[in-house]
């Protein structure tokens, strides 16, 4: 099942304790958390149906817990706790019976979802004696099942019809949404489009916060959204989006959706799916690989470890082989693919070297690229090469302007911008990121 769509994880980190309690934190494989929990909450001698169905709710409500980082966006670091006033019951080392674990078994990666909706649902549960909610009653599920119902149905008598099941997740590790590294103005990727389309639904209830594009590009209008965000939940108004920040905003987000709640507004897939691949490995074509060719041809460039690389479009044997060397060099896992610890690896490497270079060094392909996307509000030599390359193409394409080289990368320059990438079909972004860096370098050169 591809992204956007959640994964089961391989293992969820229990607090032994209240949230604010001083307790230990215990990792537990997922599917054996769930048998715990189920052995403690429900009896196994009830109808299956209610077991089944009690045992979904509670995969759904541990898996909402995790999806959303609920407890890790407040600054804890774990995922659930143990007792029943915040979560569910879980009692470390406790009796598992037979038959649940054989249930949980067959469907501890199904869980249910809303209608329209990507989250797992915040299966709500009591038992429906002492205590009363607006979600599943355990108690009540019995005498649904002793009726004749199934899981499902009894299900959608708690939950509503609007409910569905997903079926047989993957599963994987539980990774963190941060991306392990601040995000600034000129940075870019499928994190910068997730944090402006969490800003902008926040700013429907904060409308201090101005409005973003849909881009992938960390430019001056997301700087000032930032700024704007961390005054108002009193943080430090630096426009540069660190861990704290970054679970702020989640937290922030997750509230006004309300997606810890059963009555949540819910999560569609455009609003999660992103637009450029996870992960990238041999076969894949097309503008990501080429950035990826791009750090590496520079670092080979000036580290003798690397090995010299052409430019282009596809994963071949020669990037397979380059990737290999670098993961290896770096201390990373060799697996041949560029994910994120790979990508954020690969830029850490061009900035380090890039500071490092003498100024007659400064050379690659032209001139060097400054190592993040170029965006409005930029200032610096750069940005005035870059003018200078597009007053000279623009001497043999009338449709670009005439640009002042002042180093300013303002409103006329990003318009020159933006007409170059729809001819030479990129994204219009209005950014320029390492291979429009490279065309706009080359052609200004042929020209």
Known sequence: MPYPYPVVPETITVHLGAPGESARNVVVPFAQYIKNVASHEIYPTWPESAIRANILAQISYALNRVYTE?????????????????????????????????????????????????????????DGVRTRCGGLSQWGSVDLAEEGMTPYEILQYYYGGDINLVMNAPVGGNVASYPGRPLRRGDAGNDVQTLKRQLNRIGKNYPAIPALDDSFVFDEDMEEAVRVFQQIFNL??????????????????????????????????????????????????????????????????????????????????????????????????????????????????????????????????????????????????????????????????????????????????????LTLQRQLGFDPTGAVGPVLWSQIITLGEEY
């Open 236 to 417: 430090a108004q630096d426009g540069i989006v660190g861990k704290a920040t970054w679970y702020k905003i989640k937290q922030i987000y997750n509230g006004v959706k309300q997606l810890s709640e059963l009555s949540s507004e819910g999560l569609t897939i455009p609003e999660v799916q992103r637009r450029y691949a996870e992960d990238l490995r041999l076969g894949d074509s097309g503008i990501d690989v080429r950035t990826v060719r791009f750090y590496l041809a520079f670092l080979g460039y000036f580290l003798p470890e690397l090995p010299m690389i052409s430019l282009s479009d596809d994963f071949d044997q020669e990037l397979l082989d380059a990737v290999y060397t670098f993961q290896r060099v770096y201390g990373l896992p060799v697996d041949g693919v560029v994910g994120r610890e790979t990508w954020n690896a690969l830029q850490t490497a061009y900035r380090k070297v890039l500071a490092e270079l003498p100024e007659d060094y400064r050379q690659f392909a032209g001139e060097v690229y400054p190592g993040r996307f170029l965006v409005r509000g930029d200032r610096g030599e750069q940005v005035a090469l870059m003018q200078e390359r597009l007053n000279q193409i623009s001497r043999e394409d009338e449709t670009l302007p005439s640009l002042v080289v002042d180093g300013i990368f303002g409103p006329a320059t990003q318009q020159a911008v």
């Open 70 to 126: 609920y407890y890790r966006a407040r600054g804890y670091d774990f995922d659930i706790t143990s007792t029943t006033r915040y979560d569910q019951a879980y009692v470390e080392d406790g009796d598992i019976f037979e038959n649940i674990s054989r249930i949980v078994d067959d469907i501890f990666n199904n869980y249910i979802v809303r209608q329209g909706s990507v989250e797992p649902l915040f299966a709500q549960f009591c």
